[in-house]
């Protein structure tokens, strides 16, 4: 009897050393596959929004885990992220053509390239409320806008009016900077600039009813990609499987979010929670038909678009020379190219 029992404590002791061994040697292996991750970090061109679902959703689904990534989101100061990606601070950034375009046709251009377009078309324009009666840029006139100050916004505004036949002189241009859109056309201006992807739905939930005048309707060479997804040129050259890796995950996520947008939006609240959920949900329907739209596959962006607005801000003295539109982007590290 004394034996059976000795026997058995032995057994035990074997059992518990033998449990002790697995879970440190998992534990060893966790530390090695979190060690063998490869870190890189996203910097955002503004506060966390549902222009970003994808990026969070591949996180929290653990996406690019499984391409042996490890991705840090970051915030970056005003000004967006191309100085930032150009300078090697990041691997990838959220920027837009328009950026993109001025980067790379500056006295000392900035060595970016888009890699994905995150919205196949523009979803921005100018809005205003319905009893101001703007439903057209003619309507400008005799109006006051409230925006950034930047010389592009004048030109934007002056190139609407001209082509529906009205005199950009009768409207008034006025700095408010970033006062929230609602309270901008309440109390200081008649109309603005915001996007349709945003404020436009947050106008519908709000039961604040607007006029939009979309861009592209008046001028298709404003039909530009905003946001779109930026690397730096000496990244491209480097490291190509690490974009097609990064890209291959970040596509699943956008997908998810355009099949399931009410679940991808969870996963952006969750990361992002002082975001009005309201606005956010309603967003993310919008987005979801956005996101991939008419395009053959998620990302993809065409030369026309990149010359035509190039050209566009050419002509009206924007930018000092044309931008070499075939170098300004790429889309063969996309999933939709077989990668």
Same mark, same amino acid.
Request: proline letters at 5%; a negative charge.
């Given at each position: 009897?004394?034996?059976?029992?000795?026997?058995?404590?032995?057994?035990?002791?074997?059992?518990?050393?033998?449990?002790?061994?697995?879970?440190?040697?998992?534990?060893?292996?966790?530390?090695?596959?979190?060690?063998?991750?490869? $870190?890189?970090?996203?910097?955002?061109?503004?506060?966390?929004? *549902?222009?970003?679902?994808?990026?969070?959703?591949?996180? #929290?689904?653990?996406?690019?885990?499984?391409? !042996?990534?490890?991705?840090?989101?970051?915030?970056?100061?005003?000004?967006?992220?191309?100085?930032?990606?150009?300078?090697?601070?990041?691997?990838?950034?959220?920027?837009?053509?328009?950026?993109?375009?001025?980067?790379? *046709?500056?006295?000392?251009?900035?060595?970016?390239? /888009?890699?994905?377009?995150?919205?196949?078309?523009?979803?921005?324009?100018?809005?205003?409320?319905?009893?101001?009666?703007?439903?057209?840029?003619?309507?400008?006139?005799?109006?006051?806008? !409230?925006?950034?100050?930047?010389?592009?916004?004048?030109?934007?505004?002056?190139?609407?009016?001209?082509?529906?036949?009205?005199?950009?002189?009768? *409207?008034?241009?006025?700095?408010?900077?970033?006062?929230?859109?609602?309270?901008?056309?309440?109390?200081?201006?008649?109309?603005?600039?915001?996007?349709?992807?945003?404020?436009?739905?947050?106008?519908?939930?709000?039961?604040?009813?607007?006029?939009?005048?979309?861009?592209?309707?008046?001028?298709?060479?404003?039909?530009?990609?905003?946001?779109?997804?930026?690397?730096?040129?000496?990244?491209?050259?480097? #490291?190509?499987?690490?974009?097609?890796?990064?890209?291959?995950?970040?596509?699943? !996520?956008?997908?998810?979010?355009?099949?399931?947008?009410?679940?991808?939006?969870?996963?952006?609240?969750?990361?992002?929670?002082?975001?009005?959920?309201?606005?956010?949900?309603?967003?993310? $329907?919008?987005?979801?038909?956005?996101?991939?739209?008419?395009?053959?596959?998620?990302?993809?962006?065409?030369?026309?678009?990149?010359?035509?607005?190039?050209?566009?801000?050419?002509?009206?003295?924007?930018?000092?020379?044309?931008?070499?539109? $075939?170098? /300004?982007?790429?889309?063969?590290?996309?999933?939709?190219?077989?990668?």
């Amino acid at each position: 009897m004394r034996v059976y029992y000795k026997l058995k404590k032995i057994n035990s002791i074997f059992l518990f050393l033998t449990c002790m061994l697995c879970i440190l040697f998992n534990c060893s292996l966790f530390s090695l596959s979190q060690e063998s991750l490869r $870190e890189v970090t996203v910097l955002l061109e503004w506060v966390p929004n *549902t222009n970003h679902t994808g990026i969070y959703v591949a996180l #929290e689904k653990g996406f690019y885990r499984e391409e !042996g990534l490890k991705v840090n989101v970051v915030q970056p100061e005003e000004g967006g992220a191309a100085p930032f990606i150009a300078a090697g601070q990041g691997e990838f950034g959220f920027s837009h053509q328009e950026q993109v375009t001025f980067a790379r *046709t500056a006295d000392e251009p900035l060595p970016v390239v /888009a890699v994905a377009a995150i919205l196949q078309h523009n979803t921005s324009g100018f809005a205003s409320p319905v009893e101001k009666r703007i439903k057209h840029p003619r309507d400008f006139e005799g109006k006051k806008y !409230g925006g950034w100050g930047s010389p592009i916004e004048e030109a934007t505004i002056k190139a609407l009016m001209e082509r529906d036949g009205a005199d950009f002189s009768k *409207t008034e241009i006025i700095t408010i900077g970033a006062i929230d859109f609602f309270a901008a056309v309440q109390k200081y201006v008649d109309y603005t600039w915001i996007y349709y992807g945003w404020d436009g739905v947050a106008s519908e939930v709000n039961d604040f009813p607007i006029n939009f005048i979309f861009l592209q309707d008046y001028a298709p060479e404003l039909d530009l990609y905003t946001p779109v997804i930026i690397v730096s040129e000496q990244l491209r050259v480097s #490291e190509p499987e690490l974009i097609r890796k990064f890209l291959r995950a970040t596509e699943k !996520g956008y997908q998810f979010s355009i099949e399931n947008p009410e679940l991808a939006v969870q996963d952006l609240l969750k990361n992002a929670p002082e975001i009005n959920r309201e606005i956010a949900i309603a967003s993310q $329907e919008y987005l979801a038909q956005e996101y991939q739209a008419d395009a053959p596959y998620w990302g993809v962006m065409e030369v026309e678009r990149w010359e035509n607005y190039a050209r566009w801000l050419y002509q009206r003295g924007l930018i000092d020379r044309m931008l070499d539109a $075939e170098a /300004a982007f790429d889309n063969s590290f996309l999933p939709g190219k077989g990668n």
